[in-house]
């Protein structure tokens, strides 16, 4: 994808986002030919918290916390979200992006979901805190409406899976890589573009930086990713940050070392002891939720310093 160019829009320039965009008290607004619904969300921070009867951590937000690296005591950041429609014909797809009003970094990053899909309320709420810390975030609907859902048999999982053309949801994050070069570039947001996946999405990082070669994304993290080819790692030009737990039999820790020696270019591993799979973004004790909150930071250290720093 020749990302080192703006790439044309598909859509009117009269409907670029640009970064003011969000700044109105918005509540829902519709385009022609162009769906767009606008909901004003509030302040939060980072700070996990367990919640009395529920079985699983969740965030506190509306608090005045150190938002930024380095940063103490300063108000995160205002976040706005915006469902979306990208691409034209079979390529159209549903989005939801996440978009830093106040202090917006100017970067952008692109976040595939595990198998539950990009409406799922804790891949919102990671992409929410993400986008607390100025930037702008974007989540396909890498499964064309039809996630997994908690409650199908299990014995119907690889059925489903294979229902999930490789190629169909490769050229989804195509579109939604080109619908973010597209309207961040014509925005003013000129910096190149950081992915992030969890599980199913983590390793479909490795399959989208194996295409890319540097063109459009500088960094990467990928969390305990799944079904990942060894060897797309040598046609990797950028670091990846791999963030797993050691009792993740989905992801074996010795793979992980594998990539990390062949991507080079800074990438790293890290492992946290006694943690399973999908501990970072679905925390389920009070013990995995300081791990997650310590996934996250090492997470916002890793983008800031490739986006950011060395961009």
């Known amino acids: 994808m020749p990302c080192q160019k703006r790439l044309s829009s598909a859509l009117p320039s009269s409907l670029l986002l640009p970064l003011n965009f969000f700044v109105s008290q918005i509540d829902h607004i519709k385009v022609t030919d162009y769906k767009v619904s606008v909901y004003v969300q509030s302040k939060c921070n980072l700070i996990w918290k367990r919640s009395s009867g529920k079985k699983r951590g969740e965030r506190v937000r509306c608090s005045a916390v150190g938002v930024g690296v380095g940063v103490e005591d300063e108000a995160c950041e205002l ?83 294979a229902s999930q053309d490789p190629q169909r949801v490769a050229n989804d994050i195509a579109t939604s890589t080109k619908w973010m070069v597209d309207e961040f570039r014509a925005a003013g947001i000129s910096k190149k573009l950081g992915i992030i996946g969890f599980c199913f999405g983590g390793g479909r990082v490795i399959d989208v930086l194996a295409a890319d070669q540097g063109a459009c994304f500088s960094t990467a993290v990928s969390f305990y990713g799944t079904r990942m080819d060894l060897a797309s790692a040598s046609k990797i030009k950028v670091p990846v940050l791999f963030i797993s737990g050691d009792d993740d039999l989905l992801c074996p820790i010795g793979v992980l070392s594998k990539f990390e020696k062949i991507i080079g270019n800074g990438s790293r591993v890290v492992i946290f002891k006694g943690r399973g799979h999908a501990f970072a973004h679905r925390p389920g004790s009070t013990e995995e939720d300081a791990d997650a909150e310590q ?8 983008l800031h310093d490739g986006l950011l720093v060395n961009s």
């Open 79 to 161: 976040v706005n979200g915006v469902e979306l429609s990208i691409g034209e014909g079979d390529d159209n797809i549903q989005a939801y992006l996440f978009k830093a009003v106040k202090n917006n970094n100017g970067a952008g990053v692109l976040l595939l979901s595990d198998i539950f899909g990009f409406q799922d309320s804790a891949t919102r709420d990671f992409a929410y805190q993400v986008a607390c810390h100025g930037y702008n975030v974007l989540v396909p609907d890498l499964f064309r409406g039809d996630p997994w859902e908690k409650g199908r048999p299990k014995p119907m999982f690889e059925q489903w899976l």
């Open 295 to 302: 996934a996250f930071t090492l997470m916002r250290n890793w």
